[in-house]
């Protein structure tokens, strides 16, 4: 009897509470990974009820689901969603919707056809019920998403609260964006109503600018190898390299005019987690204090200071940090006092999916602004 009891009060635990009168499976292909999601929702009110009831990710990063079938990178993942929603109860979900982000540009047009078409039989071979959309998004979608979760979390759309800027810096691209009191009738503002207030949003997606694509394109200047530990560092001409790089993007926005940025991104909290960087500093004592007393060791010392690093992500640390300190304090002019580092939100994962969501509700329909014309959906 008390077995019985413990099972029961276990299942309890385990299963979420549901309720909300939609279900939706959202598939995310990062730069680095595929991430699933499930998610209850509702829209009765004026702001949409969104809640996630389960996640897991892979590493397999979506370029390689030309190579290999989709099933190889997305059968685990579809097989536990598959699981957890017969635990619920839940037949099949009202929709299932794959995104792929915006590095899905910089692959060809026909391998972007081929991972889809890929990646539409292996769903539908588990849900072969439930309406599938593919898409690609734009850099300034991919962009307000992110926004649009951090201040759902922080419940901002709440009575008109003051929202914070967000910035996100992934392998292949940084993206940024703010609201703005007026629409200054540029193409990068978006727009949309929650809880009856208007929301005129700044979103800029600098593709290219991302760590992997600047390290790709410092390879070509004489100072490259002063950015890495192995035996040149430099952290003034690194700094020099990175910033000829940046300038080329021409990037100058009213940063000053927002109270607080939350970087969302996992490069960034992870880069500063290295060097041990625990909340923002000024860019000099960042660079002096905690870059320069790490990168300027030989690189042997390095790897057996770090031995539970790999060698290849410990080489770029160096590298990727003066990048990210750039960007944030020299090209968008932050001072320590407006950031925050940020992987989650009040116990939450960040989760830019729960964004496209929520602005799907808005809309009441799939956005197309900015998509690319691969889409299957």
Known sequence: MKKKLAR????????????LSNTEI???????????HIFQYQSDGNIPQIREIF?????LPVSTFQTYPAKASLKSLLITAQQKLNEWHIAQPDNIEVIGLSHMQLLPP????????????????YFPQTPITIRT??????????????????GKFADGKTTVGTINISNTATDIAFERPHAEQTIDEMTFTINNHNYIVFTKSYLGLGLAQARHMLQIDDFANTCYPTGNFNLIHCKDAYDKIIKNYAIALPTFKIKKFYTISHNIFQTY????????FDQETIEQEYINKVCHNPWEVLKIAYPATDETELLNMCSDSIFITQMLYHTLQLQPQQLRFAENIHGHAINWARGALLYRMTKKSYDKLGSVDNSLG
């Open 8 to 19: 029961l009060l276990l299942s309890l635990v385990i299963i979420p509470s549901l309720g």
């Open 26 to 36: 959202m598939i995310a292909l990062t730069d680095t990974g595929s991430s699933l």
């Open 55 to 59: 996640s897991r990710k892979n590493l």
């Open 110 to 125: 026909s391998t972007v056809k081929s991972i889809y078409n890929n990646i539409q039989n292996e769903v539908s071979v």
């Open 137 to 154: 998004i734009s850099g300034k979608q991919q962009a307000l998403y992110g926004w649009l979760e951090v201040n759902y979390q922080l």
């Open 273 to 280: 987690h290295f060097f041990d960087i625990k909340k923002p």
